[in-house]
């Protein structure tokens, strides 16, 4: 499979080539490694413990503090893990989803899976000599399991002879609160930190220089390479990732933004990746870029053609997709109108008013960057949303609308269907859609759709500080 040629205006030659069963167990191919080298490194360290981490539907990584003189029997037949991760909210309050719930023996664990070759420093671990390794839950639960998903998806993409690098753009305001005063203001009160005031503004850039080099430093320990850091609009950061190979895309992006969690709590801070944290304040995206290649080449440069297919296929799925691209009610603030996020489907070359923004300078940074997700989002689940939609494109062979070569947001620039306005449309928009079915499974679909109903069961059981100003002294 990996030497065909795309001819497109023909019979399309990746149609129909695989198909896969929804609901169907995902397959768990892991590359070949070496346990004994990892244990190995953990003997060299002297490590009475290393961290085994998995990920929650919410983008953030839960994690074990794990026994070293265990590990050789959990490399062979994998890690007890509670699914319990998966039937919390952003909050950690337990919701009732039918998979998980056992009323004889409470939640019941799954098996990690652990993938050594996935194996990362963690430098902020006492003694500075930590360990993070990554697992992926076994059968039957990896069809809830984020990094799961992704990894089924690049094998598919694998099977037509694709390999796929990127990188995410991050972006998020740090804070002059703590966790518990938080608790105590309105976004209107919030205090944010004063050396990130002005977008570009190197005087600002080298007084934040101590979080900033910090921040560079760890990720550079933890293999997760930092391409630029600077300040964009009023108190926030941009971390853009290097280009990275399939499964460390995801994995960069999580890690980065736990890193930069870890150093703002260290002086009591709060890194803050909401979409739209307060009024007046632009909103914070994690862009994802994005190229396919294939012996060596750059087919988003060299081949056009399967370029437009990938876009097509982008618009065509993420209405119905959008969910995880927006996975929370505050996402959709993000896209009102004083917003420069794209609330259109539409795309173009070189337009940062786009969906779906086309860089073609040259084969080395040609590439594709999806606009469309917030700072909220599970970077796994949104990798995986993407692939498979580009892939269908590809597979179908499909057109895209024309180029925008203006301001998106006008009514006549050219835009597929409409994407969601809010979590309940895109919530519906996701148990309707056929793809979600095909790439993810029924049964991930209703559980990740109950999660998402019970936000918005939740939040119309609250009063906002809004409704309070406005509704208080209605008579």
Known sequence: MSDFSLTFGQANPLQCAIEFTPGATLMTVFRASDPAALLG????????????????????LRAKHYSSASLNAALA??????????????????????????????????????????????????????????????????????????????ARLAAFGFEVQGGYELEFRLLDESVMSLTRKSAAELAFAPA????????????????????????????????????????????????????????????ARSLAAILAAREQRLACFMPRVAPGMQSAGAHLNLSLWRHGENVFFTEPGVRAAFIAGLQAAVPGLFVLCAPTINAYKRFAPDSIAPARNTWGINNKTVAYRVVDDDAAHARLEIRVPGADVNPYLVLTAMLAAGRRGIERNLTPTA????????????????????????????????????????????????SREWQLQRFAQAVTDWELQHYARSL
């Open 403 to 450: 180029p925008c070569a203006a301001d998106a947001a006008e009514v006549s620039a050219p835009a597929a269907a409409p994407f969601p306005r809010d979590l309940a449309a895109a919530t519906a928009a996701w148990r309707a859609s056929a793809m979600a079915s095909s790439v993810f499974g029924d049964a991930f679909v209703d559980a990740y759709a109950r």
């Open 41 to 60: 490194e953990i003997a060299a360290r002297a490590l009475t413990h290393i961290s085994i981490g998995c990920l929650d539907w919410d983008g953030r």
């Open 77 to 154: 037949t994998g890690m007890a893990m509670t699914t319990t991760i998966f039937a919390q909210d952003i909050a950690d309050t337990p919701i009732a989803l039918g998979p998980f719930e056992d009323a004889a023996g409470g939640y019941p664990d799954g098996h990690l899976q652990l993938d050594v070759t996935s194996w990362r420093d963690a430098p902020f671990e006492a003694g500075g000599a930590g360990l993070l390794l990554f697992g992926e839950f076994k059968p039957p639960y990896d069809a809830f399991c984020p990094r799961a998903q992704l990894r089924a998806e690049l």
């Open 196 to 255: 990130f005031e002005r977008m570009y503004g190197w005087v600002d850039q080298v007084a934040s220089s101590a979080f900033v080099h910090a921040l560079e430093q760890w990720a550079a320990r933890m293999d997760v390479p930092i391409a630029a850091v600077h300040h964009e609009f009023k108190g926030m950061v941009e971390l853009s990732l290097a280009k990275a190979h399939g499964l460390a895309i995801a994995d960069n992006a999580l890690l």
